[in-house]
């Protein structure tokens, strides 16, 4: 493709989002007006076009349906008080997507297809941007394999789409989850750092046996011990003990999380200790039972910061301190907002606004 074809852009004839309260509404239900479609095809990624959102036909046979070359990203747009539209970190997630592309032996996006189309779908569809102190609008760019074959192979043909949809917050309260020591999310060698369709899917049925027993989510350890904690739900993980953020290091089994480096470069930035490294289960009851064990909390795009008030392990429930007595975590919350929001300095060039 080159740089100067123009993406093709065919209007709504009439926006919906004045059906909807974009403050209040369901997380992943609500869709915005439009959405960006690219193809790649005879060897190359040919220019996006943005379309009202709409269902499209699809072959029975679509690869991506039976064995699962489908990748996606999750990121977030923010409604500024003066109406601007500020997009956090977006390239880490274009690089990101093309991780994981790469492991699926998919065909990576060029920048100016993911950016280039992101924006341009920004810019339509700006009023279903939340502008409410926790909204946002969830941005979700995915690829998935397109041809119409059932022989096992890296699909020739692919379709890269960004499809977007208001966002409150993810969790309502503070969540109860379960160390996980049966089954496991990723194995070494395999695909646990990417965002693979397949790392969800293979989640649901332990999640559906933890929220069986009352957890919202569960604690996934590492697969050959089922010692080390790694992550916890779709979120990466941390810990507060004894005022220091603890959290486990980024490897093959782990993705990472553009939260997780936010709140990290924060951390830092703030003076605090981080050490990202394996943190096993026994070091974060010993904690936990000498009192030291001061917070812990899921991080990701949809959740941003999801407080952890009880974790469950062998039949035995492990209660947090309050999220009153938290120092460190609320306040992470609080200075990410700001940021996204842009009511202060943007240090780190994180954020890139919608033009
Ligand atoms: C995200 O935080 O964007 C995620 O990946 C979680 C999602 C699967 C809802």
């Known amino acids: 493709m080159t740089s100067t074809e123009p993406i093709k852009i065919q209007k709504i004839a009439k926006s919906r989002v004045g059906e909807y309260d974009v403050n209040n509404v369901p997380f992943g239900k609500v869709f915005s007006d439009h959405m960006f479609v690219a193809e790649y095809k005879d060897g190359k990624w040919h220019q996006g076009a943005i379309m009202p959102y709409q269902d499209v036909p699809m072959s029975l046979a679509l690869s991506a349906l039976h064995y699962g070359q489908a990748i ?10 003066s109406g601007e539209i500020n997009l956090f970190r977006p390239l880490d997630n274009f690089k990101r997507l093309n991780i994981s592309a790469v492991r699926m032996a998919m065909p990576e996006v060029p920048e100016e297809i993911f950016m280039g189309g992101l924006n341009e779908l920004l810019k339509l569809d700006k009023a279903w941007v939340p502008d409410s102190e926790t909204g946002s609008l969830y941005i979700r760019p995915f690829m998935i394999a397109t041809d119409e074959a059932i022989g096992v192979k890296a699909s020739d043909t692919y379709k890269f789409i960004i499809i977007t949809c208001p966002a409150g917050k993810y969790y309502s309260e503070p969540i109860k989850v379960m160390v996980e020591t049966n089954y496991f999310r990723a194995v070494e060698g395999g695909v646990g750092f990417t965002k693979c369709a397949g790392n969800y899917g293979r989640s649901l049925f332990p999640t559906k046996l933890a929220q069986q027993k009352g957890y919202q989510q569960v604690i996934w350890t590492d697969a050959k011990t089922h010692s080390y904690v790694e992550e916890s739900g779709t979120m990466n993980l941390m810990f507060v003990i004894d ?4 959290t486990p290091a980024t490897s093959d089994t782990i993705l990472a999380g553009v939260t997780r480096d936010s709140v990290i470069q924060l951390a830092r930035d703030w003076g605090m200790m981080v050490e990202e490294r394996k943190v096993s289960i026994k070091e974060i009851f010993d904690a936990h039972k000498n009192g030291k064990l001061q917070e812990a909390f899921g991080v990701g795009t ?13 039949g035995k429930d492990y209660e947090l301190p309050p999220i009153e ?21 943007d240090k780190f060039r994180w954020i890139i606004k919608v033009a």
């Open 325 to 345: 007595q938290r120092k460190f975590s609320p306040k992470i919350d609080q200075a990410l907002r700001d940021i996204r929001k842009g009511r202060v300095e």
């Open 302 to 314: 949809a959740a941003t910061i999801a407080h952890i008030v009880t974790i469950g392990f062998e």
């Open 243 to 246: 005022n220091i953020l603890i």
């Open 72 to 81: 996606f990203e999750g990121m977030k747009a923010y409604k500024t008080s």
